[in-house]
């Protein structure tokens, strides 16, 4: 029998137990010993962690021939066009390589969204616009790299599900537990 942790990440926090210094920890939030990260999600980046007792569950979950879905609500800066959502459907060209296609579509602002501290900046001259985007593998910073080649900067990131778990009735901050 396997557990696992959902934990909703703040901006900020960094994804490990061992203290930096500079940011907080899950250590912060967690006080459960035995449970590690599967996978990471950046410092400014916010959403769905999930933390595993059970090494091979954890190998499941991260390894990339099982290509878990993650999907991630991006606001953006600008608007992006039916070119720049087909391509991120297709593909895009970063430094690295060339991404696997991605399931990319315009949505509203995700409805009972926490605030983020500190606030995104935001440009009266610029809209921005919220994208549900989901991919099959997980390059460095790789979502927010798509939207920029594309020429519509990252300005929050929300990692929404990985898999069949989601968000969902998780306050910001706060961890549920589960037996898999």
Not at 63 to 81: F, I, L, R
Not at 152 to 175: C, E, N
Request: aromatic fraction near 8%.
């Amino acid at each position: 029998m396997s557990r696992i942790l959902l934990f909703n990440k703040p901006f900020g926090v960094i994804c490990q137990f061992s203290r930096d210094g500079l940011h907080p920890t899950l250590a912060d939030y967690i006080a459960l010993p035995n449970f590690y990260p599967a996978g990471r999600l950046d410092t400014d980046s916010e959403g769905l962690l999930l933390l595993t007792d059970d090494g091979m569950l954890q190998h499941r979950i991260t390894d990339p021939k099982h290509k878990q879905p993650k999907t991630y609500w991006v606001q953006v800066e600008g608007v992006p066009d039916a070119a720049a959502l087909a391509q991120l459907q297709r593909g895009v060209q970063l430094k690295d390589g060339l991404t696997l296609p991605a399931k990319a579509r315009l949505m509203g602002a995700p409805e009972n969204l926490w605030p983020r501290n500190p606030p995104i900046r935001e440009r009266k001259a610029i809209p921005t616009t919220w994208l549900e985007l989901t991919i099959r593998e997980g390059k460095n910073r790789q979502v927010r790299r798509m939207t920029a080649a594309l020429g519509y900067p990252t300005l929050r990131l929300i990692r929404y599900s990985i898999g069949k778990w989601t968000v969902d009735d998780l306050q910001l901050a706060t961890w549920r537990e589960l037996v898999v």
